[in-house]
């Protein structure tokens, strides 16, 4: 709150603020709207499983809504579980370093529309490839794998020496 605060109170005037900072719940249709016309996204966890918040948002910034919106990029905790998917097309930010999110965040907001695009292209290439569906026959396939390899280890296991058969033979 203070370091919004600290930034509104430098840069905003009667007409633009550049940080909304939201305290409330939201309802689901009125989150999806503001991730249509953000300039960016940034999730900076610090431990996370698979959030799809970074989904979402590439989705609702396709410009079907409003055209006339170009894409926004997206800033990510490279400790979020959907990190290594995007292959580069977001700005990876370690959440720890200030200085870092600080730059990522001038980087967004003054990247070029063409840059913005390619990225975005890139981005919901990705989501688009990552269905649910995906994962499932990902998981499966990484079951089928270990069930193999545990059942070869079995076939080619060396039983354990016997010291009474061996005594008896």
């Known amino acids: 709150s203070d370091i919004?605060?600290?930034?509104?109170?430098?840069?905003?005037?009667?007409?633009?603020?550049?940080?909304?900072?939201?305290?409330?719940?939201?309802?689901?249709?009125?989150?999806?709207?503001?991730?249509?016309?953000?300039?960016?996204?940034?999730?900076?966890?610090?431990?996370?499983?698979?959030?799809?918040?970074s989904h979402e948002y590439i989705f609702c910034q396709d410009g079907k809504i409003y055209p006339q919106q170009k894409h926004g990029s997206l800033i990510l905790s490279e400790f979020t579980g959907t990190s290594s998917l995007f292959n580069g097309n977001e700005l990876s930010v370690n959440p720890w370093s200030y200085r870092q999110c600080a730059l990522a965040i001038k980087e967004a907001l003054e990247m070029g529309e063409e840059e913005k695009t390619r990225r975005w292209e890139g981005l919901y290439e990705a989501v688009a490839r990552h269905t649910g569906s995906h994962w499932f026959g990902e998981l499966l396939r990484r079951l089928d794998e270990a069930y193999e390899a545990q059942h070869k280890r079995d076939q080619t296991s060396v039983p354990r020496l016997s010291m009474h058969r061996l005594a008896a033979q």
Request: aromatic share 10%; proline share 4%.
């Open 4 to 53: 919004v605060t600290r930034v509104n109170s430098s840069w905003a005037n009667l007409a633009y603020q550049p940080v909304v900072y939201l305290k409330q719940d939201i309802d689901y249709p009125q989150y999806l709207a503001l991730l249509t016309i953000a300039d960016a996204l940034m999730i900076t966890s610090q431990r996370e499983g698979m959030n799809l918040t």
